[in-house]
């Protein structure tokens, strides 16, 4: 079994190791000892994980194919217990084979890194292990998530309104959706479609992150009912299209309701323009969403909060993702709502064996109500915990650097325009970009060549893998084929590993040929 290499191996001594299951807390109350020494040996692994993350002399990954993985790891579940021995080793493989997604040449996700503070948080948060759909159960946390949520309402530009965690930016949108609906059609709840006059339509933008498509499939509109509103070269909505189709629709007895605006979209990190989007939500009394999952971090940032977010204020409700931009751990995802109530109003099914509204304190600070899940997981810790430590100017001191460290990505491209091709100035951490090979150096730039530069992302993010030194993601869009996307969005980045990125990416790829 593996165990990690160069950091000194924990290990348990004999007396523990040899132990089961069951001579440790909690089924044996004499058992503090040796539970200590067990917990405090998987921290040491934990330790050691976390100084291999920053480490730049560790790799990011070994690579293995699916099948090779499936023999190097034990994984089988079996009749007979374990030895705590065995436990602490398969806590030490289980991280030697992860990928390290907070090295600092890990570019691969929105979320990247590795925040300390916020690990300690969630830490804690695994030894609470409370739900949080009561204050009778989760007492401090309920409160934290007050304090929280509030304060990012502020900084949306709210004064009141409502807010919950939900496990992710997708189901944060589905969330909005449907408030917008109930807001809209409150008979909905109990009388079901009955209650809506026509077909209900939804637009986005074409290059909206696809849970907001996944919203019309789920609640009953059908995919073709969402619908995609073309943008511009840069990725932003045309907002002249936007209204062309809502026109389109409610001319046919369609009944246009909602509005998604993205800050921030997944891969070109393009923001839509908010005013004029709100402009058209107010002249068509249409529920205007903003999906900020990606974009919102900026809102910390003086320099950077306008023109991108401008008008987000005005928007009925927002998702923003602490677990992106701002480096809290996953994961961690927030909707927020301009109205007070909304949540409770829209998904209560007020049941009794939870919900009871004679407890000896306000029910209101029983959040499960609020919410389509029973059980939430409590995402709060980290991020209050984190933000304690940072404060809020530390927040935007790191969206400044974030993108600071991305201009400075941008101006190396552009220093060597016979290895790299910037495909657009972002307006955010994402940077677009083709690596050009020996063979395609030199050439002029047209289809022919896009289409090549394309094939070289699949091989060359093939050799990053092989090679576990660098990790970048790619994708085609529908105007060009496969290009990098890389994102900045860890705090353990600085130039230099930009540098090393860009060198690596040259060293890796420069004698690939495509047809
Ligand atoms: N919306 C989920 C994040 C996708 C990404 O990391 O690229």
């Given at each position: 079994?593996a ?10 001594t ?15 109350e ?8 067990f917990?405090?040996r ?27 993985m ?6 089988a ?7 705590l ?9 289980a ?11 890990f ?13 300690a ?36 530009g ?17 969330y ?101 989007i ?150 955010m ?24 530069l ?62």
């Amino acid at each position: 079994m593996a165990s990690l290499s160069g950091q000194g191996t924990p290990k348990l001594t004999s007396a523990v190791g040899n132990l089961y299951y069951d001579s440790i807390l909690p089924y044996r109350e004499d058992a503090n000892a040796q539970t200590r020494e067990f917990l405090a040996r998987v921290v040491d692994v934990l330790l050691d994980y976390v100084q291999q993350v920053n480490d730049r002399n560790e790799k990011i990954l070994e690579f293995k194919m699916p099948e090779e993985m499936q023999k190097t790891l034990d994984l089988a579940l079996h009749d007979e217990p374990l030895p705590l021995k065995q436990l602490l080793e398969d806590c030490k493989s289980a991280l030697k084979h992860q990928v390290k997604t907070g090295h600092p040449h890990f570019f691969n996700q929105l979320s990247c890194g590795l925040d300390i503070i916020s690990l300690a948080g969630e830490w804690l948060t695994a030894a609470a292990n409370t739900n949080m759909f009561t204050y009778e159960i989760a007492p401090v946390f309920i409160l934290m998530e007050n304090v929280v949520l509030e304060k990012m309402r502020s900084m949306i530009g709210w004064k009141t309104g409502d807010s919950i965690l939900a496990p992710g930016g997708s189901v944060s949108n589905l969330y909005a959706f449907l408030a917008a609906r109930h807001h809209k059609f409150p008979q909905y709840k109990e009388k079901g479609l009955t209650s809506i006059p026509g077909h209900l339509v939804m637009y986005t933008s074409d290059q909206c992150h696809y849970s907001v498509k996944s919203c019309a499939s789920v609640c009953g509109l059908g995919t073709d009912y969402c619908i995609c509103v073309p943008s511009d070269e840069h990725g932003r909505m045309i907002p002249s299209e936007l209204e062309r189709l809502v026109r389109y629709h409610k001319d046919r007895g369609n009944v246009p309701f909602f509005v998604n605006a993205t800050s921030g979209t997944t891969v070109l990190g393009a923001f839509d323009p908010l005013m004029e989007i709100a402009d058209i939500c107010q002249k068509y009394d249409m529920w205007m969403h903003v999906d900020a999952a990606w974009g919102g971090g900026l809102l910390f940032s003086k320099k950077y909060r306008h023109p991108r977010l401008t008008g987000i204020e005005r928007a009925d409700s927002v998702t923003w993702n602490p677990h992106k931009l701002m480096g809290t751990l996953l994961q961690c995802s927030t909707v927020h709502f301009k109205y007070e109530g909304i949540l409770l109003s829209c998904n209560a099914m007020s049941a009794e064996y939870l919900f009871m509204t004679d407890k000896i304190y306000d029910p209101r600070y029983d959040t499960g109500d609020k919410v389509i899940q029973c059980g939430r997981h409590n995402d709060i810790f980290k991020l209050w915990l984190q933000w304690r430590g940072k404060g809020t100017s530390g927040f935007e001191r790191h969206m400044d650097r974030l993108m600071e460290l991305s201009e400075y990505m941008v101006r190396r491209i552009k220093e060597q325009p016979d290895k790299f091709y910037l495909i657009l100035e972002p307006e955010m951490v994402n940077v677009s970009f083709w690596y050009l090979p020996k063979q395609l150096r030199n050439l002029p730039h047209d289809s022919n060549k896009e289409i090549k530069l394309g094939k070289v992302c699949a091989k060359l993010k093939g050799k990053m893998m092989q090679a576990g030194t660098i990790m970048v993601g790619y994708q085609p869009d529908d105007r060009r084929p496969n290009f990098f996307r890389n994102i900045i969005s860890s705090a353990a980045v600085t130039e230099k590993d930009i540098d090393f990125l860009l060198s690596e990416m040259d060293r890796l790829g420069q004698d690939i040929i495509v047809d």
